[in-house]
């Protein structure tokens, strides 16, 4: 006899409680029932039903053996959905894991278009730049900024580059001048993330040579929009992505310093879990999201 057969002709058995209650249930006869049952105790050479006249119960093996059944029977079921799957529209609700300001400015109307697209489709995007575990917070898919460390049964698609400018708004440089070298932000008023080292200096690239510089830094906030209005305000230099900052550039509200010098490059990763990424909704999201930054993660305004 097929062996899933008998296992899910067992499943059955337990949970109906009588091997007439299955008949009945699989247009099967009393003893064909009995013969899947006897099939797999014969195979396994343990017994796994205690029978009487009047009733039947579990062995202690036939107990684990049963919820070991079920579960491999439900995996089975679960690999023929997705494959089935494979041909389907994305639909139900995703969730999305992404840092505040890549979320705001960049991943926020990429997926609104997305959802133009995909209307059976819903998406519960939450922004945070602390830490997220996808397992213990339930999500589908995280935007990684930065280098990866423990992937483990996550699978990770690189996106484009992070990349971040150094700039201030025209009333700062006419009232305090424009640094021409990395060494003079020192002399003049920064804005920077909140931390306790990264926060005292910043790191430029020329040539393919990194240079650190102290910095002075006026206003330490834990929030990239928070900074940005400090710097519209006159407050002093900011070095942040170039997604927060892009329209504020291109209207002329900051200007770009130091144009030799390139902030480090940080690499962005779309996060999903190997065993789901084949789910249509995940999958139709997540190829979206490759060919929309493609070749960038900024406004076309700066490309």
Same mark, same amino acid.
């Given at each position: ?5 008998? &296992? ?13 209650a ?5 247009r099967?006869?009393?003893? &064909?029932?009995?013969?899947h ?5 014969e ?10 006249t009047r ?6 093996f ?31 609700? $995703?969730?999305?894991?992404c840092?505040?300001?890549f979320?705001?400015?960049?991943l926020?109307?990429? #997926?609104?278009?997305?959802?133009? #697209? /995909? ?8 922004? =945070? ?19 990866l460390e423990h %992937?483990?049964?996550l699978?990770a ?7 971040? +400018? %150094?700039?201030a708004?025209?009333?700062?440089i ?12 020192s002399?003049?008023?920064? $804005? ?6 990264a926060?005292?200096? /910043?790191t $430029? ?7 650190k510089v102290?910095v002075?830094?006026?206003m330490?906030?834990? =929030?990239?929009?928070?900074l940005r209005?400090?710097?519209? =305000?006159g407050?002093? +230099? +900011?070095?942040?992505?170039e997604? *927060? *900052?892009?329209?504020?550039?291109r209207?002329g509200?900051l200007?770009?310093?130091?144009s030799?010098?390139?902030?480090? %490059?940080?690499? %962005?990763h ?5 065993d ?5 909704? +995940?999958?139709?999201?997540?190829d979206?999201?490759?060919?929309h ?5 900024c ?5």
């Amino acid at each position: 006899m097929n062996k899933l057969e008998s &296992m899910a002709m067992f499943v059955r058995v337990v949970e109906r409680g009588s091997f007439s209650a299955v008949a009945d249930e699989m247009r099967l006869s009393g003893t &064909m029932v009995g013969l899947h049952i006897k099939s797999l105790e014969e195979h396994l050479g343990v017994r796994l039903l205690n029978r009487t006249t009047r009733r039947q119960s579990l062995t202690d093996f036939g107990h684990e053996y049963y919820q070991s059944c079920r579960r491999i029977l439900a995996d089975i079921k679960d690999s023929e959905s997705l494959a089935s799957a494979l041909h389907q529209n994305p639909r139900g609700k $995703l969730r999305v894991g992404c840092p505040v300001s890549f979320g705001a400015h960049a991943l926020s109307p990429a #997926t609104a278009q997305f959802l133009t #697209t /995909w209307p059976d489709m819903t998406v519960d995007l939450v922004l =945070n730049d602390k830490a997220i575990d996808m397992a213990e917070e339930g999500f589908d898919v995280l935007i990684k900024i930065g280098e990866l460390e423990h %992937v483990n049964s996550l699978v990770a698609r690189p996106l484009a580059a992070y990349r971040s +400018i %150094v700039c201030a708004s025209p009333a700062y440089i006419e009232r305090a001048g424009k640094p021409l070298t990395p060494e003079e932000l020192s002399q003049h008023r920064c $804005l920077g993330f909140a931390h306790p080292v990264a926060g005292s200096e /910043w790191t $430029l690239l020329r040539g393919g040579r990194s240079v650190k510089v102290p910095v002075n830094i006026a206003m330490a906030v834990n =929030n990239g929009e928070a900074l940005r209005s400090a710097a519209l =305000n006159g407050l002093g +230099i +900011i070095m942040q992505p170039e997604v *927060l *900052l892009a329209e504020d550039v291109r209207q002329g509200r900051l200007i770009p310093l130091l144009s030799e010098y390139q902030p480090l %490059v940080k690499p %962005v990763h779309i996060m999903t879990f190997a065993d789901r990424q084949q789910l249509p909704k +995940i999958r139709f999201y997540v190829d979206f999201l490759l060919q929309h930054f493609r070749k960038s993660l900024c406004l076309p305004s700066l490309l």
